[in-house]
């Protein structure tokens, strides 16, 4: 999913209300990254969240005609999207390249975006798949989705859903 152009808002907020995010319904897990995105959906009550996808971005267009696909086929209403914070809870580049990213995605989709910190969530993703005896090359393949997974999971655990849309 192509970086979204250099005049894209940077406000930190969705333009959803915090009201207007859903209860229920199928939430996508989005782990962004410069070169893929690592993709997650959760089940329709918003229990448990699964990988799904490692998608290797290629140009705007084509990232949003993917990432709607995905919307459509699992009728998405929802959008997480890990944020990398500093361990001090500061926002870095990486944080509001995350944020941009997530207006892209809602703007693409028409959905609501929340954010979940993301932080240890690739290197627990790793040790979890080496724990299962994936080996360096089955890990390489499913990181980024799991980290989503891991992400998405964690924002269903937090139960806070209603918080401000750019808060974690």
């Not at 705007?60 to 993917?66: F, K, L, Q, R």
């Not at 993703?125 to 964690?154: F, I, T, W, Y």
Request: with cysteine; charged share 25%.
């Amino acid at each position: 999913m192509t970086e979204p152009s250099p005049d894209a808002t940077d406000s930190g907020e969705s333009s959803e209300s915090a009201d207007s995010f859903p209860a229920s319904g199928c939430l996508l897990g989005l782990d962004y990254g410069t070169k893929r995105v690592g993709i997650a959906v959760c089940d329709y009550e918003q229990r448990i969240a699964s990988p799904l996808d490692n998608y290797s971005r290629v140009n705007s267009a084509a990232d949003a005609a993917h990432l709607n696909s995905i919307v459509e086929q699992y009728r998405a209403t929802g959008l997480v999207v890990g944020l990398p914070v500093h361990m001090s809870g500061d926002e870095g580049e990486k944080a509001q390249e995350a944020r941009r990213f997530a207006d892209w995605a809602s703007d693409a989709t028409g959905l609501p975006v929340k954010f979940q910190d993301e932080r240890f969530t690739t290197s627990r993703a790793e040790s979890a798949m080496k724990a299962a005896g994936l080996g360096p090359k089955k890990r390489k393949q499913r990181l980024d989705k799991v980290a989503a997974q891991m992400l998405l999971q964690a924002f269903l655990d937090r139960g806070e859903r209603q918080s401000a849309p750019g808060a974690i």
